[in-house]
């Protein structure tokens, strides 16, 4: 059994991070190789309470035990994007800070924050992915509450999962 933290919030504390630790080496027991995909907003950095940038320290500390993809430098939707060189110079700040931190950043993969302009596909932004992150491969969800709804083409990429909090789970 992994025990989760107790106390939620909008990012990740120390805690937090030894918990997905320990959550990614029960699923190895299960998956060999498993490892989360982590995004990141560089521009958030150590913009959060004591507590939260305490966990992005834990989190840059860990850097080597997940697979890292770009969410945007400032988290912003890029289909808000009209200018292709803008969404460049936002990803390009965003590697800067990986290469700066040390951050392995050589999946191929990304998902844009929301998963906006994914689908529907807004081309500045798959132009920009290729040039900046040679991105090969995202994927997507719907978000209900967000409006039109829409259904949306899955593929499956790998082993997809959302983490906002830890709950206590039971591994074998």
């Known amino acids: 059994m992994v025990q989760a933290p107790t106390v939620v919030g909008t990012r990740l504390h120390e805690e937090d991070v030894s918990a997905l630790l320990a959550s990614q080496a029960a699923l190895q027991r ?60 936002e990803m390009t700040m965003n590697k800067q800070f990986a290469i700066e931190h040390g951050i392995p950043t050589n999946s191929c993969y990304s998902v844009s924050p929301h998963h906006s302009g994914v689908y529907p596909v ?14 090969k491969v995202t994927s997507t969800e719907e978000y209900p509450h967000l409006r039109p709804a829409r259904i949306i083409p899955q593929q499956p990429v790998d082993i997809p999962l959302a983490i906002v909090s830890f709950q206590m789970i039971e591994m074998d």
Request: glycine share 6%.
């Open 30 to 89: 299960l998956v060999p190789g498993f490892r989360f995909n982590l995004g990141f907003s560089a521009k958030y950095y150590h913009h959060g309470t004591v507590l939260e940038n305490r966990g992005d320290d834990a989190l840059l500390k860990n850097r080597e035990h997940f697979n890292w993809f770009c969410h945007m430098w400032n988290h912003q939707q890029p289909h808000l994007y009209n200018n292709v060189t803008h969404l460049e110079a």
């Open 122 to 135: 807004h081309e500045p932004l798959y132009e920009a992915w290729r040039k900046v992150w040679d991105v």
